[in-house]
Antibody, heavy 119, light 111 residues
Framework: QVTLRESGPALVKPTQTLTLTCTFSGFSLSTSGMCVSWIRQPPGKALEWLALIDWDDDKYYSTSLKTRLTISKDTSKNQVVLTMTNMDPVDTATYYC???????????WGQGTLVTVSS | QSVLTQPPSASGTPGQRVTISCSGSSSNIGSNTVNWYQQLPGTAPKLLIYSNNQRPSGVPDRFSGSKSGTSASLAISGLQSEDEADYYCAAWDDSLNGRWVFGGGTKLTVL
């Protein structure tokens, strides 16, 4: 059974750095073709892809956010971590992590974690 | 401004067939497969269609996908009240070192 769960602070202040952890089970990120991605959704708005890390430790980032994002993995702990620097109120959103197998779509998603940026 | 273009809304009555379009470019839909997601209110998105027209296990065959050139479509036949949700298309984009891109979403209302 594949599960993913996001964890991190619910509230961050402007200019702070956000660190989110995706803890997963039911698959291994060392398996060829396996990837984990982060996607966010501001309240009432569309999905926005943020970053992806694959089994070979290749990393891909949103063009508009790449200077602020870092994605990493700890295969032994079954975790993927996303850091986003210089947080702003416009970054208020539900942040999801999701699995991709062989680039065939995000087939499993976490429940999401709402992050509010406010002083 | 989303890279993939979807109509903001669509509607239909129970039993009807509705389609939702998704328009892209040569660097995304034109050269890669399209996925569709269904998001019910207050829940995480769910993969509905992958590789243009494939349904994951458990997705009813009322849902179908197609692609032609730089556009794709999601069709829902035999519309049911529980189909009322937001629908998103997505594709890999080969430009700018590679990235996933989403459509802006289509809110489907069952009248």
């Amino acid at each position: 059974q594949v599960t993913l769960r996001e964890s991190g602070p619910a509230l961050v202040k402007p200019t702070q750095t956000l660190t989110l952890t995706c803890t997963f089970s039911g698959f291994s990120l060392s398996t060829s073709g396996m990837c984990v991605s982060w996607i966010r959704q501001p309240p009432g708005k569309a999905l926005e892809w943020l970053a992806l890390i694959d089994w070979d430790d290749d990393k891909y980032y949103s063009t508009s956010l790449k200077t602020r994002l870092t994605i990493s993995k700890d295969t032994s702990k079954n975790q993927v971590v996303l850091t986003m620097t210089n947080m702003d109120p416009v970054d208020t959103a539900t942040y999801y992590c999701a699995r991709i197998l062989s680039w065939q779509g995000f087939d499993y998603w976490g429940q999401g974690t709402l992050v509010t940026v406010s002083s | 401004q989303s890279v993939l273009t979807q109509p903001p809304s669509a509607s239909g009555t129970p039993g009807q067939r509705v389609t939702i379009s998704c328009s892209g470019s040569s660097s995304n839909i034109g050269s890669n497969t399209v996925n569709w997601y269904q998001q019910l209110p207050g829940t995480a998105p769910k993969l509905l269609i992958y590789s243009n027209n494939q349904r994951p296990s458990g997705v009813p065959d009322r849902f179908s996908g197609s692609k032609s050139g730089t556009s794709a479509s999601l069709a829902i036949s035999g519309l049911q009240s529980e189909d009322e949700a937001d629908y998103y298309c997505a594709a890999w984009d080969d430009s700018l070192n590679g990235r996933w891109v989403f459509g802006g979403g289509t809110k489907l209302t069952v009248l």
